[in-house]
């Protein structure tokens, strides 16, 4: 396993870019396998929902195409984003099609189905549509089977779990700066006072 680290991976998008997962870093993800002609394709409605519900506040999903299960995203990159952008208006990061299981998996896919790699979630892919939440730190944190919708409570409540723990995280440190910026002005307040202090006695005495 060459990679350690789900911002090790660099892919390439829709168009043919290269994308490095790096850029995500400080972000909550939802990692997706995704495909046009499944019986799950539209959760696409939910997944941008729940983008649009979030992305405000530091959340993205990742929808990686694959045609490994019953032949169900057969088309071209470009087919493949015509079709989400027209049929369901997906605004969301979409990859170049992969492999997402067997002999021809994806190293990035290795990396999050692997006991190694991901102890707690590990596991392969049963079908289009699974889904891993990652946090900020880039810890896989949660997995949801193809049956769990976007937009069930369970996805839900771990995404807003994901979100609000770090802004939570984020505010108690500006807190604490803000408390520790304060203790410092009290101290040289106090400081300043004491200095004017022994100048006046100085002055009074004989």
């Known amino acids: ?10 892919m390439k998008d829709i168009s043919g870019v290269d994308v490095p ?4 870093n400080g972000k909550v993800l939802l990692v997706v396998n995704v495909a046009s002609k499944c019986g ?3 959760q696409y409605a939910g997944l941008q929902s729940l983008y649009e519900r979030y992305r405000e506040r530091g959340f993205e999903i990742l929808g990686f195409p694959a045609n490994d299960f019953l032949w169900q995203e057969p088309g071209s990159d470009q087919e493949i984003k015509q079709f989400c952008s027209t049929t369901y208006s997906v605004s969301f990061p979409l990859f ?7 002999r021809n998996i994806h190293p990035l896919y290795r990396f999050l189905t692997d006991r190694e790699t991901n102890p707690s979630f590990s596991g392969k892919i049963t079908w289009n549509f699974n889904k891993f939440l990652v ?6 944190v949660n997995r949801f089977d193809s049956k769990v919708e976007p937009l069930d409570e369970r996805v839900l409540s771990a995404v807003e ?18 408390d520790a910026h304060s203790q410092r002005s009290g101290d040289q307040g106090a400081s300043g006072k004491g200095v004017i202090g022994q100048k006046a006695s100085a002055q009074d005495s004989p």
């Open 135 to 140: 946090d900020r730190n880039g810890r896989i």
């Open 1 to 10: 396993m060459t990679n350690g680290h789900i911002y090790d991976f660099v």
């Open 161 to 178: 779990g994901a979100v609000a723990g770090q802004e939570g995280a984020v505010a108690s440190q500006e807190v604490a700066a803000q």
């Open 21 to 24: 997962l790096r850029s995500f």
């Open 96 to 102: 170049s099609k992969i492999t997402v299981k067997g």
């Open 40 to 42: 799950f394709t539209p």
